[in-house]
């Protein structure tokens, strides 16, 4: 790959391209359709560039010592940034990657590879279908990171995917799901409820203007059976380039009122972003 020259191509879910940065060597953005999926390093797979996806590297930092190696299941995929994280950070990890968009794994496998021995195997599958069919307890944490354009697809809002999540979790393993949405919330109370009522406990990871309703934008649950490691987590998103509050879930009902759990019956996507929130160039 010329390191100089961005490079595009028509994948499933419409025109994918991946452009360097003209900072840093050997890092490359991937948009589709104009819209930024991923950021990765590959001379510095630790570096996350994206807001969200520092925050998700604080979460993997924090649930088991350092370097200690986990067993990750992410449902999405763009060019793999997070699990390159995980590989570097926690050499002897086994990753498990699902992405439905045959063209985009073909694309980003070719252009951007993935080092040997990695620990990463990537797929090209349905999220909620892999999911399903997936051995019960084989996960730690499992990323949920499913875009279907700018917005999260219904199937992957209900109770009963979050049952398989859950079943899909060793006992005390961590669910997050990259989430976006703009107040009044609507979405996202329905998906803290939805969480609620699988889960013990549920926690809100947000740049501070977003919960203030200031713009639209991105925030993590993270949902567990058992108590989260708040502290460390609150402490390193709080220091972070990009702060963000970890908010605690007995403060959540107070943020943004009651809802009730959504099923596959009334599960509906993401709302879609205001024209040119996500889009580049």
């Given amino acids: ?59 993997l930092d924090t649930v088991a010592e350092p370097g200690h190696p986990l067993d990750v299941l992410h449902l999405g995929g763009g060019a793999l940034a997070l699990p390159r994280y995980v590989a570097a950070t926690r050499p002897g990890s086994r990753q498990t990657v699902i992405e439905a968009d045959r063209g985009l794994l073909a694309f980003v496998r070719e252009q951007l590879p993935l080092p040997e021995r990695s620990g990463i195997d990537a797929r090209c599958a349905d999220a909620r279908v892999w999911l399903e069919a997936a051995p019960a307890g084989s996960a730690d944490i499992l990323i949920a990171d499913v875009f279907a354009g700018s917005r999260v697809p219904a ?93 605690p879930a007995a403060t ?6 009651r809802a009730e759990p959504v099923t596959d019956s009334d599960s509906r996507p993401s709302p879609p972003p205001p024209e040119g929130a996500f889009s580049i160039g």
């Fill in 1 to 59: 790959m010329n390191e100089s020259v961005p490079v595009s191509r028509t994948v499933d879910g419409g025109q994918a391209k991946l452009m360097p940065d003209v900072d840093r060597e050997r890092a490359w953005l991937l948009t589709v359709d104009g819209a930024p999926q991923s950021y990765v390093d590959l001379a510095e797979p630790a570096h996350l560039e994206f807001e969200y996806a520092r925050r998700l590297g604080h979460l």
């Fill in 252 to 257: 959540l009902e107070g943020l943004f009122g």
């Fill in 155 to 247: 199937h992957l809002t209900s109770v009963e995917y979050v049952r398989q999540a859950a079943r899909v979790l060793r006992p005390e393993g961590r669910y997050a799901a990259n989430l976006a949405d703009r107040a009044p919330f609507d979405f996202l109370r329905t998906q803290i409820a939805t969480l609620g009522s699988v889960f013990q406990h549920v926690r809100l990871v947000a740049e501070p203007a977003v919960l203030r309703g200031r713009r639209f934008g991105n925030v993590l649950l993270i949902a567990s059976r058992n108590e989260l490691p708040v502290q460390p987590l609150a402490r390193r998103c709080a220091a972070d380039a990009f702060p963000a509050r970890v908010e």
